[in-house]
C-alpha cells in the first residue's frame, strides 16, 4: 500500500537549493576576523625577519597554522629560533662548542581590534616562555586603522607588561643576547 503524498506545487524545490541567501553578521564578522588575522600574520613574519636582517640576528621563524591557514589553538603564534652565539659556564656544556645550542623567542600576534593580552594571557606566555627558556617574548600587533600602534613590544618578565612599541630592533634582533 502506498501512502499519498501531497501535492506542494507551490514549493519548487530546485529554486530553493539555488537561491543565495545573504551571510549573517555573524558569519561577516567571521570572515573579516579570518582575513584580519591572516593579514597580521603574514605582516608580522615580513616585518620581524626585515628587522632581525637589519641587525644580523639570523633568526628563523615557524608559525603555527590551523586548519585551513586560519589561526590555531594556543598561546604561542610565531617561534623564533637561531644558533646561540655565547655559552653559558657550566660542567653540562663542556663539552659543547660555540654555536651548538639555540635561542628561542616567542611571539604572540593580535591583528585588527584584538584587545591586548589579558593578565592570563601574559602569564601563560611566561609559563611557556620559562619551559623552553626562551630569550625574549613578543607581542606583534597590526591594525589596519591605526598604523602608529603597529609593530611589536617586548614582554617585561619584571613587571609582568608588555612595553612601549619597539622602534630599534637591534635590542631584540641583535647578534648577541643574554639568557
Known amino acids: 500500500m502506498t501512502e499519498a503524498v501531497p501535492d506542494d506545487s507551490t514549493h519548487?524545490?530546485?529554486?530553493?537549493?539555488?537561491?543565495?541567501?545573504?551571510?549573517?553578521?555573524?558569519?561577516?564578522?567571521?570572515?573579516?576576523?579570518?582575513?584580519?588575522?591572516?593579514?597580521?600574520?603574514t605582516l608580522a613574519k615580513a616585518h620581524l625577519a626585515r628587522e632581525s636582517n637589519k641587525h644580523g640576528g639570523r633568526w628563523q621563524w615557524v608559525d603555527f597554522p590551523g586548519p585551513n591557514g586560519r589561526e590555531s589553538a594556543g598561546i604561542v603564534d610565531i617561534l623564533a629560533v637561531r644558533k646561540k652565539w655565547d655559552l653559558l659556564p657550566g660542567a653540562e656544556l663542556q663539552?659543547?662548542?660555540?654555536?651548538?645550542l639555540f635561542d628561542f623567542m616567542l611571539i604572540q600576534v593580535k591583528g585588527g581590534s584584538a584587545p591586548m593580552p589579558t593578565g592570563d594571557d601574559i602569564e601563560r606566555l611566561e609559563l611557556v616562555a620559562d619551559h623552553y627558556n626562551a630569550c625574549t617574548v613578543l607581542l606583534y600587533q597590526w591594525s589596519e586603522n591605526a598604523k602608529q600602534a603597529t609593530g611589536f613590544r617586548?614582554?617585561?618578565?619584571?613587571?609582568?607588561?608588555f612595553g612601549e612599541l619597539v622602534t630599534d630592533g637591534s635590542t631584540v634582533f641583535g647578534k648577541v643576547l643574554g639568557g
Open 12 to 41: 519548487d524545490i530546485g529554486a530553493t537549493m539555488t537561491e543565495k541567501t545573504e551571510p549573517t553578521a555573524g558569519q561577516v564578522a567571521a570572515k573579516k576576523a579570518i582575513k584580519t588575522a591572516k593579514t597580521a600574520m
Open 95 to 100: 663539552k659543547l662548542k660555540h654555536l651548538d
Open 154 to 161: 617586548v614582554l617585561n618578565r619584571d613587571i609582568h607588561q
